[in-house]
Structures are given as structure tokens and as C-alpha cells.
DNA sequence: TCAAAAGTGTTTTACCTACACCCATGA
DNA sequence: TCATGGGTGTAGGTAAAACACTTTTGA
């Protein structure tokens, strides 16, 4: 590179909205800062990119250090790279989501000490952010909400098992609108991308659901097509 | 910036895909290098980001170079940094397109040096590219493929009067497939989003096709909902 | 037996699809 | 008058939408 002395002197940082489905609760993993700029503010996890990592690399290193998770799908939705975003200079941010599946033991943990003080927070909830983490927060989501019509990225949100209810409420949650029982049933089940289980919910004190599980095969045989969620 | 030296030391760049409509061919502008690594390759017009420079600013200023146009709208779609896709070291590149009106005149002309020797290339005929660039093609391409069946993005590349026989051929040019005349008319004037003039084609030997405008007032009442084409 | 959620069908409506002929124009 | 593309309508099928009651279970 040694031509190009003046473009030398870019930053770079990887952010990750990390997504979690929790007793009907769409959150994402937020980190407090205790260094300035906005010692005390909550932000995204995210940090450097070292200068012999790939961009995908970074991510997947920077979920680990925030969750203790390897090898998670991570998709990279927007750059951003305005003049003034950072008060320090010039840095540009490649921004990534990931899906994880969030078990009740709430058995994520942080890694590092970057990401000391991780919380998990409901999306409806989020307080401003550093930087212009509240931007890209709203990006990301609304990447996802466009997304789930036609993807099943539903899934890797939920544990392995679940219900139908338990599908049609997440699907609700990041609609943002109510949907019709019978219509989503029928449809879900008319893609046959589901294997419904042998097995019943436990511990309800109602009539108790039975299982399904997302099925991998039958996707990959039946989606030439894609999904539709719209109302 | 003076707690981060470590991480000084990384490259940018911003690569366009531009595109432009002309004669019933979907064409984007190719430059050839006469460069190292590369040279004589056909590669995206691209180059790098300047210190002071937002990425936004330099996309619109490549395009610039490469056209001399200007305040075009251009939608980042992409952010590519594996290790390896410069020879000479880790360059991260941030991916544009763009549409432009390409008049039969054919007066987009480059402005600057980098890009003497452009050319208009149709996508079906897009040689082996410089670098990654024909995975970004790829990748680009894919994007206005799908952004076309529910975006008004094709007005973007059509002359400001055109007959619904060159709108259909521009979606049949997108989407790689033939669409059936009759249902294509009846769906494209039931979005209610074009302005119908009093206006002939001229110049061809044969019934002259009625004129139409897209119609951004029309547009932006009429769309809540989103256009769709599929077959 | 009560509370809470599971589970289930039908009708109406809108949209998508397939399909073929006559019309207007300039050469 | 011929060649070329412009312009038009309908019927059948499929999927979406609206809508309410009975069943199961544990407390």
C-alpha cells in the first residue's frame, strides 16, 4: 500500500444488534460504557476491527465477546460513515444483526470486559443511545421487520421446541400488529416447513400446545416460494 | 484520535454500479484501468474515500467523476472487507448503485482522468472484473432485481416520457423474464401512479404508443401498500 | 367449576393468471 | 396493403380476510 500514504488513517468499528425473544419480549443486548465519549450511556456492542481481521470475522468476534456465542448467523444490513458521527473523528461502522436463541436459564454471558454490564433490553424500551447507535438500532429493526415476511428468520429466535402461539407472538412482536389466529395457523402450517412433535407443552395450568420444530429439509424442498406475513 | 493507534491504518474505498437504460438494454458503466494491480482489467468506477469525506459524499462524487452527473440518488447496498481482495492489502470497500436517464444522446461523459476509457456495458455481457467487482456486480444487480418487484426504481432509467411498452421491457430486462402484456398494463395504471399525456411517440412506422409520466404526487398518496411483480 | 389458552372451517372478496384479436400508423 | 407493435376484456382459480365457538387442562 505503500502508494497510498494519505487514505491511511481510517477508522473502523463493527456494531451488532443482538437479538433475543424472551417470555414474549423482543430485546436486544445493549453494553454501558464506562470511557468516554458517553461514559455511562448505553450502546451497541461493537469495537475495532483489527487491521488483519475481515469485516465478518470482526462480528462474530465481537458477538462472542458480548454473549459467549460462536458461530451464530450474523447479517451485515448498512454502513455508516457520516463526518461527525464520532467526536473523535471520522469512523466508519459496519453494522451487523444476529438472532439467538435466548433459553430461559438466560445462560449468555458476556466474554470480555468491554461488554462488562451487558443488559438485555426490551426493544420497546430502548433509551438513547451513544453515538448514533439509536439510528442504527432503528435501521437493523426495521431490516428484520421487512425480513420475517419472507424469511424464516423467526426461528432462530425461538428454542428448538416451540409453539404455534409462542411462533405467532414473535411474529407479532416484530410486526408490531395483531394476527389472526386461524389465517396465520393455516398459513404457517400451508408452507409445511414445520414438523409437528409428539410432545405437549408442560407446566401451563391451560390446556397445554403442542410442539413443532422448524424443519430444515422440508424448507430447503419447499422454498423456491417464499413466505408472506402481511396481515 | 490519539488513544487509537493501533487501528490507523485501514483503506476505503467506494465502488458504484451504475446503471443506465438505453435502446431496450440494461447497461452500467465500466471503466477500463491502466493501473497496477490490473491494469487493462474492466473494473466498477471507484475510488477512495478522503480523510474529510463522508462515504455518502464520496459515492456522489464518484459518480460525478465517472458521469458528470450529479445529485443522482444512490443506495448503499453492500459493505465488502475480506481479507485478501486487494493484492496490496486489507481495503474495505462500501458499494453504491445508482440509475440514471440515459438520453439517446449518450452525453454522460467522464469528468475526471481515473475514469477516461468508460463504457457502457449491457449486463449480459459484463466481462471478468478487477478485483471482487464481479461479485459486487453480482450483488448489486441482485438488489435492484429484487428492490424493482416492490420500489418505483425503474422511472429512475426511463426517459421522462415513456410508452408502457419500454416500462414493461425495462422490467422484463430486470427481472429476466417475460411478463404478459395485458395483466402487466392492467396492474401498472391500477397503482394509479402514472400521469397519462397528451402525447404520441413519433418516429416509428407503426400505431404510435401513448406517452405517460411517473407521477410523484400520485405516488406518495397511492402508496402505503407496494407495487409487486412477479410473473 | 372456573380461568385461560388451544384448536378448528367457512364464506366472501380480491387478486393473479391465462389467453387472442382488432387497431392505427408509416413505409 | 403490409408489417409492426399498440391496445383491449373476461373467466377461472387461488389465496387472503373476516369472523366465533368448543375443547382441554390445571388450579
Redesign the interface.
Given at each position: 500500500?505503500e502508494n497510498?500514504p494519505?487514505?491511511?488513517?481510517?477508522?473502523?468499528t463493527v456494531d451488532c444488534i443482538i437479538f433475543g425473544f424472551d417470555e414474549g419480549e423482543l430485546k436486544i443486548l445493549l453494553i454501558e460504557r464506562n470511557e468516554d465519549p458517553f461514559r455511562g450511556w448505553f450502546a451497541l456492542p461493537g469495537y475495532?476491527?483489527?487491521?488483519?481481521?475481515?469485516?465478518?470475522s470482526a462480528a462474530q468476534r465481537i458477538l462472542y465477546e458480548s454473549t459467549g456465542l460462536k458461530g451464530i448467523y450474523m447479517e451485515?444490513f448498512?454502513?455508516f460513515?457520516?463526518?461527525g458521527r464520532h467526536p473523535?473523528?471520522?469512523v466508519?461502522t459496519?453494522a451487523y444483526y444476529a438472532m439467538i436463541r435466548l433459553t430461559g436459564q438466560k445462560d449468555v454471558k458476556p466474554v470480555s470486559d468491554f461488554a462488562r454490564q451487558a443488559v438485555w433490553v426490551n426493544v420497546k424500551d430502548i433509551p438513547e443511545l451513544a453515538f448514533d447507535h439509536s439510528r442504527i438500532f432503528r435501521k437493523g429493526f426495521e431490516k428484520i421487520r421487512n425480513k420475517i415476511s419472507y424469511q424464516p428468520i423467526a426461528f432462530e429466535l425461538l428454542p428448538e421446541k416451540f409453539t404455534l402461539t409462542q411462533l405467532q407472538n414473535l411474529y407479532e412482536v416484530i410486526l408490531n400488529k395483531k394476527l389472526d389466529k386461524r389465517n396465520f395457523r393455516k398459513k404457517m402450517l400451508s408452507y409445511d416447513i414445520l414438523k409437528e412433535l409428539d410432545e405437549k407443552q408442560k407446566g401451563v395450568s391451560y390446556r397445554a400446545a403442542k410442539l413443532y420444530k422448524f424443519d430444515k429439509r422440508k424448507f430447503a424442498k419447499n422454498f423456491h416460494k417464499e413466505l408472506s406475513f402481511t396481515k
Open positions: 500500500m497510498l494519505a487514505h491511511f488513517d481510517s477508522l473502523f475495532f476491527v483489527e487491521k488483519t481481521e475481515a469485516i465478518e451485515q448498512y454502513t460513515g457520516a463526518l473523535q473523528g471520522r466508519i459496519v
